[in-house]
């Protein structure tokens, strides 16, 4: 079975530090992975996703992550917080083989202070 | 173009009453999904319509919980005998249904069960 798991449900950082969101993932086949953002009152809207090319996956925003195979990881991060990222995080994966549903992750809160 | 659309916005209703919620794709896309999400809960998977095939239900939490499809375009989720329990935001995707396409996210339908 495919799920994730998202360590940290709020995360806090000081504009222009670096921002670490971490997801670990389970699958029992090669996996498609995904981080969507939901920004306050708005719907959530896809970031990046990893699908079996290169492994440095660079999404919107200035937001990349790296899927380590070893590491059954998929984290995200930013080199600079700024406070428009605000919003909560959610790492995805894709179901069975020839099925497009997702199943999330709990959430990370994303906090930026000034 | 127009996005993923669903109605009503906000449904508060009693106890052991059904409800209807509806989802307008977006035009062209086959593949529709229905998520859950409760308060401070990442989304849960419920069902997926891929074109013409038979929809994956195997999300659904129980037998209250349906939902059909017109062809590629409206769907409807309905809740039978509405439980507090089943107070969340529903939320509605569709994609090209290609693996690892983009889901894009309808702003939801947030239930309240008294």
């Known amino acids: 079975a495919q799920s994730v798991t998202q360590l940290g449900s709020h995360v806090s950082v000081s504009e222009g530090a670096l921002v670490l969101l971490r997801c670990n993932y389970s699958?029992?086949?090669?996996?498609?992975l995904f981080w969507y953002v939901q920004y306050p009152n708005q719907g959530l809207q896809l970031l990046l996703k990893?699908?079996?090319?290169?492994?440095l996956v660079k999404g919107i925003n200035g937001f990349e992550a790296e899927f380590k195979k070893s590491e059954t990881s998929f984290h995200l991060t930013k080199p600079s917080a700024h406070m428009s990222d605000a919003a909560e995080y959610f790492c995805a994966v894709r179901g069975r083989p020839g099925a497009n549903n997702l199943f999330f992750g709990t959430g990370t809160r994303l906090t930026v202070i000034p | 173009g127009a996005g993923v659309s669903q109605s009503p916005s906000n449904k508060v209703t009693e106890k052991g009453k059904d409800v209807e919620l509806r989802c307008d794709p977006i035009s062209g896309h086959t593949a529709l999904y229905w998520y859950r999400q409760r308060l401070g809960q990442g989304l849960e998977f419920l069902i997926y319509f891929q074109g013409n095939s038979a929809p994956d239900k195997s999300g659904l939490p129980s037998d209250r919980f349906s939902a059909e499809r017109t062809g590629e375009s409206v769907s409807t989720l309905t809740i039978q005998r509405t439980q507090q329990e089943d107070s969340a935001v529903y939320l509605c995707a569709s994609s090209i249904g290609l693996a690892g396409g983009e889901q894009f996210f309808g702003p939801g339908t947030r239930l309240t069960v008294l």
């Open positions: 990893y699908t079996s090319a290169a492994t």
């Open positions: 699958s029992s086949v090669p996996p498609y």
